[in-house]
């Protein structure tokens, strides 16, 4: 079992940065790929980015690239999605989540927290 809690949600303005925080606990993490989706309002969730606990080659939706890294501190237990030159379109709901390698599904979340950028 996987536990996940997110930080680092707030209100920002358009072109402002913000980085988000998940802590992670459980045992095995390194058979975990942990992904940052996004639920905007009135929409599906969506996934933004994701990279194995143990790898280093992470993917991102194109509507990120080059604005969201995501990156781990594999000895904090810490994943962490650092976004930058933020847009109003960003705005949503921001969960980490894990995934048991080969399962496409993730399986294990966080309660989410909320990111809002004003133009």
């Known amino acids: 079992q996987v536990q996940l809690v997110e930080s680092g949600g707030g209100l920002v303005q358009a072109g402002e940065s913000l980085t988000l925080s998940c802590a992670v606990s459980g045992q095995m993490l390194s058979l975990y790929r942990m992904g940052w989706f996004r639920q905007p309002p009135g929409r599906e969730r969506e996934l933004v980015t994701q990279?194995?606990?143990?790898?280093?080659?992470?993917t991102y939706a194109d509507s990120v690239k080059g604005r969201f890294i995501i990156s781990k501190d594999n000895a904090k237990n810490t994943l962490y999605l650092r976004m930058d030159n933020l847009e109003p379109d960003d705005t949503a709901v921001y969960y980490c989540a894990a995934g048991r390698i080969p399962e496409t599904q993730y399986r294990h979340w966080g309660q989410g927290t909320q990111v809002t950028v004003s133009s």
């Open positions: 990279i194995p606990w143990s790898g280093v080659t992470p």
